[in-house]
């Protein structure tokens, strides 16, 4: 079952604004992970966040894990037109490699 | 990096046929591989994994006589609709695992396959 849910379901903004994007989880989780995907195509792995860990950042993009209230949030900056797509939170539990993946969020940046 | 593919990318069929989707790892050696099926504008739901040389483990609800799955070799995994129904019409993923690798990212997807059951 899926466990992840995110807000916003969509998303638009304008090209240089920073975007924001929530999950949220039920059961404990080994470590957690964001997905891209652009219409019709597979997914890419952007960043994967341990339990033990409270912050990440790649380039730019930054997520956050708080455990506590399972949740996680990734933010882009200065967002670019090339960056819409559908963006997917998935949580990686006691069996190893299994994802499960949450509903995901449609953004679209506007140029 | 490491490359899935999988082929068909998009495939058309009239209702009560079977149709064969192949999963393949091309630059690694893939131990475990995954199906997830997804609808439009949806989230992926796992149907099935699959283990080199074994039998698959299905996701509670999929049942294991409509999507066969087959994981032959550690490059290849296949998966057959049998008696497809225009319910089954989806977009298929595979993802494959990198068997060579202890990195919990190493989870590589294939570019989906768009099937369309008339």
């Known amino acids: 079952s899926q466990q992840g849910e995110e807000d916003p379901q969509a998303l638009s903004i304008q090209e240089g604004e920073n975007a924001t994007m929530n999950c949220s989880y039920k059961t404990s989780i080994n470590n957690l992970q964001w997905y891209r995907q652009n219409s019709g195509r597979g997914l890419v792995h952007l960043i994967l966040i341990r339990s033990n860990e409270r912050e990440k950042h790649s380039g730019r993009l930054r997520v956050t894990l708080d455990t506590s209230k399972k949740s996680s949030s990734l933010l882009i900056t200065a967002s670019r037109a090339a960056d819409t797509a559908s963006y997917f939170c998935?949580?990686?539990?006691?069996?190893?490699?299994?994802?499960?993946f949450g509903q995901g969020t449609i953004l679209t940046v506007h140029p | 990096g490491a490359v899935v593919s999988q082929h068909p990318s998009r495939v058309i069929c009239k209702s009560g046929t079977s149709v064969k989707i192949e999963c393949r790892s091309l630059?690694?050696?893939?131990?475990?591989m995954f199906w997830y099926r997804q609808f439009p504008k949806k989230s992926l739901m796992l149907m099935a994994t699959?283990?080199?040389?074994?039998?698959?483990?299905?996701e509670q609800g999929v049942e294991k006589d409509k999507f066969l799955i087959n994981h032959a070799s550690l490059t290849l995994s296949t998966l057959t609709v049998t008696s497809a129904h225009p319910e089954d019409s989806s977009f298929y993923i595979c993802?494959?695992?990198?068997?060579?690798?202890?990195?919990?990212?190493?989870?590589?997807f294939g570019p989906g396959t768009r099937l369309l059951v008339l």
């Open positions: 699959s283990n080199e040389g074994s039998k698959a483990t299905y």
């Open positions: 998935a949580t990686g539990g006691t069996s190893y490699g299994k994802l499960t």
């Open positions: 630059d690694f050696q893939a131990t475990t």
């Open positions: 993802s494959a695992r990198d068997g060579g690798s202890t990195r919990l990212s190493s989870q590589y």
